[in-house]
Protein backbone atom coordinates (compact mmCIF):
# COMPACT_ATOMS: atom_id res chain seq x y z
CA UNK A 1 0.00 0.00 0.00
CA UNK A 2 1.56 3.44 -0.66
CA UNK A 3 0.47 6.30 1.52
CA UNK A 4 0.95 10.00 0.58
CA UNK A 5 1.09 12.64 3.55
CA UNK A 6 1.33 16.07 2.36
CA UNK A 7 3.65 19.04 4.07
CA UNK A 8 5.28 15.91 6.23
CA UNK A 9 8.96 15.48 5.42
CA UNK A 10 10.23 11.87 6.18
CA UNK A 11 13.69 10.46 6.69
CA UNK A 12 15.11 6.86 6.60
CA UNK A 13 14.70 7.59 10.39
CA UNK A 14 11.11 7.85 10.62
CA UNK A 15 10.98 11.80 11.80
CA UNK A 16 8.03 13.69 10.49
CA UNK A 17 7.07 17.37 11.08
CA UNK A 18 4.68 18.99 10.37
CA UNK A 19 4.77 23.06 9.84
CA UNK A 20 1.21 24.38 10.62
CA UNK A 21 -0.66 27.58 10.33
CA UNK A 22 -3.35 28.21 12.87
CA UNK A 23 -5.98 30.99 11.93
CA UNK A 24 -5.55 34.52 13.19
CA UNK A 25 -8.72 34.43 15.19
CA UNK A 26 -7.59 31.15 16.53
CA UNK A 27 -4.94 33.14 18.73
CA UNK A 28 -7.38 36.14 19.50
CA UNK A 29 -10.14 33.84 21.04
CA UNK A 30 -7.26 32.23 23.61
CA UNK A 31 -7.11 36.35 23.80
CA UNK A 32 -3.44 37.06 23.64
CA UNK A 33 -2.12 38.84 21.10
CA UNK A 34 -0.78 37.28 17.63
CA UNK A 35 3.21 38.01 18.57
CA UNK A 36 4.94 37.35 21.13
CA UNK A 37 5.92 40.49 23.11
CA UNK A 38 9.87 41.46 24.08
CA UNK A 39 8.82 40.02 27.57
CA UNK A 40 7.52 36.56 26.39
CA UNK A 41 10.16 36.37 24.18
CA UNK A 42 13.25 36.67 26.98
CA UNK A 43 11.14 34.50 29.47
CA UNK A 44 10.65 31.71 27.24
CA UNK A 45 14.34 31.47 26.43
CA UNK A 46 14.78 30.63 30.40
CA UNK A 47 18.14 31.28 30.77
CA UNK A 48 20.40 34.87 29.51
CA UNK A 49 23.16 35.20 31.60
CA UNK A 50 25.75 38.08 30.69
CA UNK A 51 24.13 38.29 27.26
CA UNK A 52 24.91 34.44 26.99
CA UNK A 53 21.83 32.95 26.14
CA UNK A 54 23.02 28.88 27.45
CA UNK A 55 19.52 26.83 27.89
CA UNK A 56 19.40 24.33 29.66
CA UNK A 57 18.56 21.61 27.53
CA UNK A 58 22.23 20.76 25.51
CA UNK A 59 19.59 18.56 23.39
CA UNK A 60 18.86 20.71 19.75
CA UNK A 61 18.04 17.74 17.86
CA UNK A 62 14.58 17.09 16.50
CA UNK A 63 14.00 13.96 15.33
CA UNK A 64 11.27 11.47 15.34
CA UNK A 65 10.60 11.88 18.89
CA UNK A 66 9.56 12.47 21.49
CA UNK A 67 6.15 14.22 19.76
CA UNK A 68 5.89 17.92 20.73
CA UNK A 69 4.25 21.09 19.42
CA UNK A 70 7.00 23.44 18.97
CA UNK A 71 5.10 26.81 19.77
CA UNK A 72 7.06 28.71 22.01
CA UNK A 73 10.09 31.22 20.98
CA UNK A 74 12.60 28.78 22.70
CA UNK A 75 11.41 26.11 20.76
CA UNK A 76 10.65 27.86 17.51
CA UNK A 77 14.45 29.20 17.68
CA UNK A 78 16.26 25.84 18.52
CA UNK A 79 14.19 24.21 15.26
CA UNK A 80 15.57 27.55 13.32
CA UNK A 81 18.99 26.82 14.68
CA UNK A 82 18.80 22.89 14.30
CA UNK A 83 17.71 23.74 10.28
CA UNK A 84 20.65 25.60 9.97
CA UNK A 85 23.68 22.88 10.26
CA UNK A 86 26.97 23.92 9.62
CA UNK A 87 25.79 26.86 7.13
CA UNK A 88 27.51 29.68 9.06
CA UNK A 89 25.47 32.52 7.02
CA UNK A 90 22.06 30.71 8.27
CA UNK A 91 23.11 30.57 11.90
CA UNK A 92 24.15 34.27 11.54
CA UNK A 93 20.81 34.90 9.85
CA UNK A 94 19.26 33.36 13.31
CA UNK A 95 21.44 34.58 15.38
CA UNK A 96 21.04 38.24 14.44
CA UNK A 97 17.28 37.97 14.22
CA UNK A 98 17.70 36.95 17.71
CA UNK A 99 20.06 40.01 19.11
CA UNK A 100 17.39 42.36 17.47
CA UNK A 101 14.40 40.26 19.29
CA UNK A 102 16.15 40.54 22.29
CA UNK A 103 18.66 42.91 22.54
CA UNK A 104 20.33 41.49 26.26
CA UNK A 105 21.32 38.36 24.17
CA UNK A 106 24.77 39.37 23.05
CA UNK A 107 25.81 35.44 22.25
CA UNK A 108 24.25 32.31 21.74
CA UNK A 109 25.64 29.01 22.67
CA UNK A 110 24.43 26.21 20.60
CA UNK A 111 24.94 22.72 21.62
CA UNK A 112 26.85 19.81 19.86
CA UNK A 113 24.02 17.71 19.88
CA UNK A 114 21.83 20.32 16.98
CA UNK A 115 19.85 18.88 13.96
CA UNK A 116 17.08 17.78 12.71
CA UNK A 117 16.68 14.81 10.14
CA UNK A 118 14.90 16.72 7.03
CA UNK A 119 16.37 20.19 6.80
CA UNK A 120 13.28 21.51 5.51
CA UNK A 121 12.53 24.58 7.54
CA UNK A 122 13.70 27.13 5.40
CA UNK A 123 12.35 25.88 2.56
CA UNK A 124 8.79 25.69 3.48
CA UNK A 125 9.14 29.13 4.51
CA UNK A 126 10.13 30.11 1.57
CA UNK A 127 7.28 28.19 0.13
CA UNK A 128 5.00 29.95 1.90
CA UNK A 129 6.62 33.69 1.43
CA UNK A 130 7.32 33.49 5.52
CA UNK A 131 10.54 35.25 6.46
CA UNK A 132 11.89 33.64 9.25
CA UNK A 133 11.60 36.53 12.29
CA UNK A 134 7.96 36.16 11.26
CA UNK A 135 8.21 32.48 11.96
CA UNK A 136 9.84 33.09 15.24
CA UNK A 137 7.22 35.83 16.54
CA UNK A 138 3.82 34.79 15.50
CA UNK A 139 2.28 32.78 17.45
CA UNK A 140 0.00 31.38 14.81
CA UNK A 141 3.40 29.72 13.03
CA UNK A 142 4.08 25.79 14.93
CA UNK A 143 5.71 22.98 14.32
CA UNK A 144 4.52 19.09 15.23
CA UNK A 145 7.73 17.02 15.79
CA UNK A 146 6.28 13.23 15.08
CA UNK A 147 7.83 9.96 13.69
CA UNK A 148 5.82 8.36 11.02
CA UNK A 149 5.52 4.87 13.19
CA UNK A 150 3.45 7.04 15.86
CA UNK A 151 1.49 9.50 13.69
CA UNK A 152 0.00 10.89 16.44
CA UNK A 153 -0.45 14.08 14.74
CA UNK A 154 -2.54 12.22 12.46
CA UNK A 155 -4.70 10.21 14.76
CA UNK A 156 -5.35 13.54 16.91
CA UNK A 157 -6.65 15.63 13.53
CA UNK A 158 -8.60 12.32 12.30
CA UNK A 159 -10.22 11.65 15.47
CA UNK A 160 -11.14 15.38 16.22
CA UNK A 161 -9.30 16.26 19.16
CA UNK A 162 -7.85 19.03 16.62
CA UNK A 163 -10.41 21.39 14.76
CA UNK A 164 -9.64 21.33 11.23
CA UNK A 165 -11.09 24.67 11.27
CA UNK A 166 -8.64 27.01 13.49
CA UNK A 167 -6.03 25.34 10.96
CA UNK A 168 -5.10 27.60 8.16
CA UNK A 169 -2.77 25.23 5.89
CA UNK A 170 -5.45 22.37 7.02
CA UNK A 171 -4.71 20.77 3.22
CA UNK A 172 -1.34 20.45 3.73
CA UNK A 173 -1.69 18.07 6.89
Known amino acids: M ?3 R ?7 SSSSHSLVIMTDNIIKEKGEDLYFTHDEMLESLHRVSRGIYKPWND ?3 FGRSPF ?3 DTFEWKLQYAYANCGDNEDKIKEVTDILKELVPEVKKV ?8 DDWQLFGWLSKHNINLKEFLTNKKYVVIQD ?3 YCIWKDLID ?5 KKVIEN ?3 Q
Open 2 to 4: IQI
Open 6 to 12: RNTFETN
Open 170 to 172: MED
Open 68 to 70: RVL
Open 159 to 163: CGLID
Open 147 to 149: GDE
Open 59 to 61: NWY
Open 109 to 116: SIPENCGV
